[in-house]
């Protein structure tokens, strides 16, 4: 990467939602961006933190704390989920920054139920 | 952290340039942000890169990788500088939100000539 990369720009070269693409890696942490709509699945990653940067609409983040609670982010909210904590997250449509260790699936190590049909499980995909 | 932090709202509880606040963390890593004008110093990170993604205005990096060149970037640009990388900021007025390891300094491990009176050296202080 030795150019900028603008995130508006990189968010219009595709459409699919929930299937993050990586747009650089630092160390070994992928910056990865994604379109979101509709539910994605429970899930938990074990071993890593995830960060959720809002960048545009609204995201929300069903959290197992262990009562069961959902926080919701707009444009330019930050949040984490603590690594072992379920969650599920949902958009009424928007897109997020994500900070994760290179590797991170985003159906995390277990997902309870089937993985739904507009959520892709992956490692993040590279930009077009 | 359990509630979200809105980044323009922890931008403005603070004035000072080049002065990062810590708005959250994840695993060992920092997610930094800072309001940004004039000049920063020439520094080296060895062992680590520093990602940088600008929320308002501009911030320029200049890089010697090895020949000299600067980077633009304007709101909603990302960019990476590689480790070992010396680099110097800049910028006409702006604010950045920064992804490095809790610890990293914002001059590096080394520096050149003085610290500017406008450039706090600092590992990032925690947000008011």
Redesign the interface.
Known sequence: ????????AALATFDEVYSPRI?????D?D?RIAHTLGEHVWHVHSD????F?VLDGQFDIALR?PDERT????A?????VP?GIEHKPSSPGGSI?M?E?SGTVTTGDRHEGDVPANVDSTTGHELG
Do not use: A, S
């Open positions: 990467m030795d150019k900028p990369v603008n995130l508006t747009v650089t890696r630092m160390n942490y910056v890593t933190d995830e960060f940067l704390d926080v919701i982010l707009q330019g909210d930050v949040f984490v690594k920054l900070f260790p």
